[in-house]
């Protein structure tokens, strides 16, 4: 059937009617259920994982909990006959306790960020300065009538008119000569800056000062409560008017730049189902299941980000484990990892690229899954609930894209929502979840994605708000495509030019 279509050519008719013949694909994609995943995530989300944090108790919890599901459904191991990739890798240093402020904790990498090649240095400061712009030139002087000396001085990234800076490194020069001990620069886009210094080789100032990068929720607490709302109105009115505006303010801030990386230990859960006739062939289905764990005894749960993309994956292997017993088995290999390190920048799945188990040139495909239990704001407003964001699916290959949306069209008739998808969206989702290492390798990728929310990365993205019904559905997308991509008898073609930039390598 599906040679005699080739024949006559119709390409989208053809892979339409592969999967219209395959009724044993949808059996099993229809057992795939809210009512079974949800005791998965009962258990990512609970109180005792504590946010599985890598490297911390809560989610060496997770891990040992995944590979108790794959040894149950009859995965095998295949790193050394064990279920755990141990992964070691630097990051920068984040030990909670190097950013304080009145007694306040902030968080490295959510609450502020800097650049590496800070001089390394630990120091208190019990004067801040707010700058306004931290302009000082062409008779605009931001700093007219404050004594920035051994302060920290906080000024705005922007210029006024809400512009981007001309020039942030003459601003932090600038408070450096006005005698600051250290320059605190309010931006509203810090996942931005982050984001695009990591992946997109964003070149920030040197400077021969210590220098961060704070959001405006962090800058509020150099004040003390009483004094916030002047802060407030200062900002606004500075904003409005783009005139000078400083404000000057007695505080305790304990600062330490910590200049050497973090040896972080992780782990990789990888659980393996070998294929048939093709089984030197390998499709990787990933999820991060580490979060940001707890501070200020605060349990930031990651029900959605990405408990519910684990969820999806451990579903998966449950339901292609029991069609491999039931005589079902796919031609192709499966590989089943969820990974962790990916909210300290994507390590796991980095550190898997860099030592794969599986030769990557043998790797036909990377599904990923990150935050699939929810709704965004936009669909809520347009009244869609049944819709996923595809991200990735034709940068490397074409039929990668029309695979997943003929599973779709003939099964589960979600909304595909592209937007994300576009290389001029500004948000870059293409960059920022675990399957962009795969993509770097070459290997085509799909990032499955519902969006962002007023929970992300809080302690209120908890299991109560999920929609396991949702979550159900989209997984069963993803296992259709997974199914099509282990089954199918050719491995789909990279033929796409890769155009992405290099990635910074750390
Ligand atoms: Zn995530």
Excluded at 328 to 335: D, E, Q, V
Excluded at 480 to 498: F, G, H, Q, S
């Amino acid at each position: 059937m599906f040679r005699t279509l080739v024949f006559i050519s119709v390409f989208f008719f053809v892979s339409l009617a592969s999967f219209a013949q395959d009724t044993t694909a949808f059996r099993y994609a229809r057992r795939i259920n809210a009512a079974d995943m949800r005791p998965y995530l009962a258990v990512l989300a609970s109180d005792s994982l504590e946010g599985r944090e890598t490297g911390r108790a809560g989610q060496k919890k997770a891990a040992s909990f995944i590979a108790g599901v794959f040894l149950k459904e009859g995965l095998q191991p295949c790193v050394n006959g064990g279920y755990f990739q141990h992964t070691s890798l630097s990051a920068r240093a984040n030990k909670g306790r190097s950013f304080q402020v009145n007694e306040k904790y902030f968080v490295f990498m959510r609450d502020y960020f800097y650049p590496p090649g800070i001089v390394d240095s630990l120091f208190v400061v019990n004067s801040i300065v707010f700058a306004g712009h931290g302009i000082l030139q062409n008779g605009h002087n931001d700093y007219n009538g404050l004594d920035a000396k051994n302060s920290a001085v906080l000024f705005l990234e922007k210029d006024p008119g809400n512009k981007a800076p001309e020039n942030l490194s003459k601003k932090i020069r600038d408070a450096k000569e006005k005698g600051a001990a250290v320059a605190l620069i309010i931006t509203d886009s810090l996942e931005q800056i982050i984001n695009d210094f990591s992946y997109r080789n964003l070149v920030l100032p040197t400077a021969e000062m210590p220098y961060a990068f704070i959001t405006r929720e962090m800058a509020k607490n150099f004040f003390a409560a009483g004094k916030v709302r002047a802060f407030e109105k200062k900002i606004k009115k500075c904003e409005r008017t783009g005139k000078p505006c400083g404000i000057a303010a007695s505080t305790e801030a304990l600062l330490s730049f910590v200049k050497e990386t973090e040896r972080l230990r992780g782990e990789n859960v990888l659980g393996f189902l070998p294929g048939t006739d093709k089984k030197d062939e390998v499709l990787v289905l990933t999820a991060h299941y580490d979060h940001l764990g707890t501070h200020d005894s605060l349990i930031y749960y990651g029900a959605d980000d990405d408990g519910s993309g684990t969820t999806a994956v451990l579903e998966m292997a449950k339901i292609f484990s029991e069609a491999a017993k039931e005589g079902f088995r796919p031609r192709r290999s499966i590989l089943f990892m969820p990974v962790s390190g990916e909210e300290k920048g994507l390590l796991g799945s980095k550190y898997y690229v860099n030592h794969p188990v599986f030769p990557l040139d043998a790797t036909v495909a990377n599904l990923n899954t990150d935050m699939i239990g929810r709704t965004d704001e936009k669909h809520d407003s347009l009244g869609i609930r049944e819709y996923v964001y595809i991200i990735g699916s034709d940068k490397l290959s074409t039929t990668l894209h029309s695979i997943n949306e003929t599973a779709n069209a003939s099964f589960t008739q979600l909304e595909l929502d592209y937007t994300y998808n576009r290389p001029e969206d500004p948000n870059r989702y293409y960059y920022r979840s675990d399957h962009y290492n795969f993509a770097k390798n070459n290997i085509p990728v799909i990032f499955y994605f519902n969006g962002s929310h007023a929970d992300y990365h809080k302690p209120s993205d908890t299991i109560d708000k999920i929609q396991f019904d949702l979550l159900a559905k989209r997984t069963q997308l993803i296992f259709l495509t997974a199914w099509e991509l282990a089954n199918r008898e050719d491995r789909i073609k990279v033929d796409v030019k890769n155009d992405m930039p290099n990635r910074k390598e750390d």
